[in-house]
Every structure is written in structure tokens, then in C-alpha cells.
């Protein structure tokens, strides 16, 4: 059974950084993509960036790029969402998502994590 396991979250000024990992398990990856995803309070879920098991490629949200940075350890299993320049906008529970093939929508991934709150003050 796939599980995947988020950490990082937390509070943190306006401008400030974090980093969250996703730890996945249950199967082999290899031809999956990894998803970020958001929801704010009374807000729908929404893509926040993506990444491929194997090769080089990354996608972002427009309101993320430039700021946020994707990236995997294949020995780990685990994906990283690097946070910069964090607005108080990116408050949001983040949770992360696997699926076959790249998709932006959230209702085409197969299995999701618990989510983790990040809480941007300004």
C-alpha cells in the first residue's frame, strides 16, 4: 500500500524559507510523478508544483515560480518542496500526491499524504 508521510511545515515570517518532504513508500516510483499541492481556508485545492521520478522534469504554479524549487532523492524516496520568499498568500495546508503521468489536477492523483500547515505571518 502506498503511503506517503509529509513534514516541515510550520510558522514563519512573511520573506522567510522551509522546506517540506514527502516520504513515499508502498510500490516502486519509478514511472510516477510527484505533486504539491494547497488549500487555504474556503479555498479549493491547487497545484502547487510537480516532479517526475526519473528524468529531469519539474512544473510549477505560476504564483510559485521563482520562489519554490521542486526536487527528489531517489535513494530516500522522498521529494522536497523548497519555500523562498515566502507571502502570506502561500498560507495553506500542503499536501503532497502521487500519480501516473503529469497532471495539474488534483482529483487525477491516486494517493495523497495527511498534509502539512504552513502558516506564513506578515
Known amino acids: 500500500q502506498v503511503q506517503l508521510v509529509e513534514s516541515g511545515g510550520g510558522l514563519v515570517q512573511a520573506g522567510g524559507s522551509l522546506r517540506l518532504s514527502c516520504a513515499a513508500s508502498g510500490r516502486t516510483f519509478s514511472t510516477y510523478v510527484m505533486g504539491w499541492f494547497r488549500q487555504a481556508p474556503g479555498k479549493e485545492r491547487e497545484f502547487v508544483a510537480a516532479?517526475?521520478?526519473?528524468?529531469?522534469?519539474?512544473y510549477y504554479a505560476d504564483s510559485v515560480k521563482g520562489r519554490f524549487a521542486i526536487s527528489r532523492d531517489n535513494a530516500k524516496i522522498t521529494v522536497y518542496l523548497q519555500m523562498n520568499s515566502l507571502r502570506p498568500e502561500d498560507t495553506a495546508v500542503y499536501y503532497c500526491?502521487?500519480?501516473?503521468?503529469?497532471?495539474?489536477?488534483?482529483?487525477?492523483?491516486?494517493?495523497w499524504g495527511q498534509g502539512t500547515q504552513v502558516t506564513v505571518s506578515s
Open positions: 516532479i517526475r521520478w526519473t528524468g529531469d522534469s519539474t
Open positions: 500526491a502521487v500519480r501516473r503521468g503529469y497532471s495539474v489536477t488534483s482529483m487525477a492523483y491516486d494517493y
